[in-house]
T-cell receptor
Framework: EAGVAQSPRYKIIEKRQSVAFWCNPI?????LYWYQQILGQGPKLLIQ????????DSQLPKDRFSAERLKGVDSTLKIQPAKLEDSAVYLC?????????????FGSGTRLTVV | GESVGLHLPTLSVQEGDNSIINCAYS??????FIWYKQESGKGPQFIID?????DKRQGQRVTVLLNKTVKHLSLQIAATQPGDSAVYFC??????????FGKGTSLLVTP
């Protein structure tokens, strides 16, 4: 079974620029999550999708972050404009159903550096 | 606010010894807990989970213990190997959906 695919693996941008990350979940997984992991900390949930609908985006800084999951499969996370504090690893995860009892699988993440 | 945390940020053990990584949680409503291993440059990898109606669960070389009375979770790794060197996170399940992660413990296995 293929895992959760993310791209790019690394990205360096200047502050105030925009950036987009892409995630392809495991086939058939209805739920998709984006997490932000700052160096030395645990992942923090940004947004959760169930199929193509948003379940929870309470922790997403909506003035600069946006995410979509068209057709309930792939997802993109965008930051515009980026700030220095956005430097982190952005992890995508998916699960077959809404409850994590049924298993989360994480991608390898995109490491963003804002300079 | 309520959160999941870890007692020790780093742990150094000798190869072959047993490792114990601890975690405290404060949300008494949490009903599911997971331990993850994260190696450098990779996403978190599932190790073992436990539901709140259990006290202990064993896997291959790993055991998770849950003490609901003091809201404490531990991960025991038997015969620790160099490949076990990584950052370990505990996470609690809130509302059956997203996970709340602690800050992590870095495990270093020395020869």
């Amino acid at each position: 079974e293929a895992g959760v695919a993310q791209s790019p693996r690394y990205k360096i941008i200047e502050k105030r620029q925009s950036v987009a990350f892409w995630c392809n979940p495991i086939s058939g997984h209805a739920t998709l999550y984006w997490y932000q992991q700052i160096l030395g900390q645990g992942p923090k949930l940004l947004i959760q999708f169930q199929n193509n609908g948003v379940v929870d985006d309470s922790q997403l800084p909506k003035d600069r972050f946006s995410a979509e999951r068209l057709k309930g499969v792939d997802s993109t996370l965008k930051i515009q404009p980026a700030k220095l504090e956005d430097s982190a690893v952005y992890l995508c995860a998916s699960s077959p159903q809404g409850r994590s009892y049924y298993g989360y699988t994480f991608g390898s993440g995109t490491r963003l550096t804002v300079v | 606010g309520e959160s999941v945390g870890l007692h020790l940020p780093t742990l150094s053990v000798q190869e072959g010894d047993n490792s114990i990584i601890n975690c405290a949680y404060s949300n008494s409503a949490s009903d599911y807990f997971i331990w993850y291993k994260q190696e450098s440059g990779k996403g978190p990898q599932f190790i073992i989970d436990i539901r709140s109606n259990m006290d202990k669960r064993q896997g291959q070389r790993v055991t998770v213990l849950l003490n609901k009375t003091v809201k404490h979770l531990s991960l025991q790794i038997a015969a620790t190997q160099p490949g076990d060197s990584a950052v370990y996170f505990c996470a609690e399940n809130l509302d059956g959906y997203a996970l709340n992660f602690g800050k992590g413990t870095s495990l270093l296995v020395t020869p």
